[in-house]
């Protein structure tokens, strides 16, 4: 069965009114006015928090331009301080690179063979590097380029015959000698020490008439190692108290 | 959607999606509570009201009964209008909407033509206008009406269907029937709708949601019955008011043929006439015609006689014309007498006249204390509220 379509209505949808006690037309401007009054409380609220924010910003901007100063001066102090550190960690790195030889030239006067006289000892001095980076400008600043510095020491003399040059530089090879000197005898590899430099025959003769044979022999010392000294280690007993006291 | 900007213009806007109603061509389901109820019955008990709601696609009998007709008088003239009644309905009858089925003497249902209907609305004289009385509009008018003025110069377009329209101070709805051809138009003076628009207050249940002329809303009463139904919509039904009678042919549930009967009188005429000639008091006339004690047939037979003649024209119309053969008919609104009615159709055209219960094809409420006890006869005083309230639960435009 198909729609009758026999509602003959003759009220218009204009007409029609609401059974509703809540009416739109009643409840349309009311709404109106409580959205605008929540919109005003709304702006009130957000007012009051912008007022409240803008004077904590300028408390906190006269308190920053107060502490300016101090800060400044604080910065300062850090950056001196910094400096000053950097500048005992060298003298520590120096104090650390520092080589000693009294001790091996008291004992090499006692292991010189008597045929074998000394010209020259010499620990040649490495040329000073400027750190100043390539362009820098203002006054060089001279110091270590690496945190190793090699050093060698050359030896110059004189001696009639090649035997007690040949003892001297056996009695190098003890041990009291190698802590401070390096020997490596193998002349193929590039760092061989010692290096003999000349070993050649004087034109002068001695009181006798032989003539002299003059020799420059460097040898390669320990180098210098420009780092910061390491803390000592807990000894043996600290450390096995500590395991003890963990087994416990 | 409508706006009004004068009492006799209106502007329609069409919305998207077919809001704001239109000509029908997006329907909706109208409202599922809705309460019916006949304005201006004239029945000493009140105004009939029945309340229906819809659940699980049936509808149900909330309440019915009879209510208090409100203070005040439906207006006669425009200057009534602000003579505003309201009207409360008791608690049971409390629906969100209200159709309102308006019997008054301005009313007015017919079939017509497109064309006679514009020839008409052009040349229609100011009638609420005039004095009330003056000119009644009603049924027996569709013989008075001018001749389809085809093709006349400057006519004015016909009217949306569905839509309710204002023209010379008169309020009329039309909606084509199932022949196309025809159409049939429904109206009333424009100040008694605007008068019966606020009569339910706004903010309180219920509320007009629909009103309707009396037979328009009767035209929707038939559309629940289990017979109409069974008979797939096809039926002719006989229409007997209180001072007229209509017939009206469905097809497949539209409205087919709406035919008045002419020189036929309404049930009122014809129950006051067998008092007299029988010579019954008030109590008895009911039981005669509703009883067989007395044989009330040679009173019935001169008002009978017309009402079959045309009863049987139009069954040849719609025999011939659009092949529905009719083997029963329903004889609906009738509160006393249809057992005699039947018995004199059969014998003169062989086909019975079927009353069943303005209630068929309807759920009663399981509290009976809502609805008062009543056989067939007596329901069909429910006829026209039922018919309103079925018409806006049913067709929504």
Known sequence: ?248 | MQIQLTKTKTIEVKLPFGGGGGSGGSRRRGPSDVVGVEFGSGDPRGCPAVRLTRKKGRLHVYAAGFVKPPEGEIPQSWEELSNQATWALPVEYQAPGAALAVSTADVFLRQTTPDALTANSMSAPKAALEQPGRKKIGLRSVKQEPAPVAGSAGKAPAPPAGVATSNNGTRFVVQPLADESFIVESGMPEYQVLWLSRLLPEGKRPTAVSVQTYNAALLSSVLNQPEFVEADGNALVLFMTRDSVFFAGYQEGRLLLLRECPGAQGHLFIRETVKKRLGLDEEMVDSVLNESLIDPTPVLEPFARPILQQLEISMDYLSRRHALHVDRVFLLGLPSGAQYWSRMSEDALKVPLVTPSAFAGLEMPAKGNRVPEMDEAQSQVFLGAIGAAVAAMEVGE
């Open chain 1, 1 to 248: 069965m198909k729609s009758s379509r026999l509602h003959l209505n003759l009220l218009r949808d204009t007409e029609k009114l609401s059974s509703s006690p809540v009416r739109l037309r009643v409840m349309l401007p009311v709404m109106a006015l409580l959205a605008c009054a929540g919109c005003l409380v709304w702006w009130a609220m957000l007012a009051t928090q912008l007022l409240l924010v803008k004077t904590q910003v300028s408390s906190l901007q006269d308190d920053i331009a107060g502490k300016e100063k101090a800060h400044a001066n604080i910065l300062a102090q850090m950056t001196e301080a910094r400096e000053k550190q950097a500048q005992l960690d060298q003298l520590e790195m120096y104090s650390a690179a520092r080589n000693l030889y009294g001790g091996m030239f008291a004992r090499l006067a006692e292991v010189m063979p008597i045929r074998v006289q000394i010209t020259k000892i010499e620990i040649p001095e490495q040329p000073p590097q400027n750190l100043m980076p390539p362009g820098g400008k203002g006054k060089p600043v001279w110091g270590p380029t690496g945190t190793v510095e090699r050093m060698s020491m050359r030896i110059m003399g004189r001696t009639p015959k090649e035997t007690p040059v040949l003892s001297l530089m056996e009695s190098l090879e003890a041990p009291e000698f190698t802590n401070t000197l390096v020997v490596v005898k193998d002349p193929r590899l590039p760092d061989a020490s010692p290096k003999v430099h000349s070993f050649r025959q004087d034109g002068s003769t001695t009181e006798d008439g032989s003539r002299l044979l003059l020799f420059d022999i460097e040898y390669r010392c320990q180098p210098r190692v420009f780092e910061k000294p390491q803390p000592p280690e807990p000894s043996r007993d600290e450390a096995g108290k500590g395991k003890g006291d963990k087994k416990k």
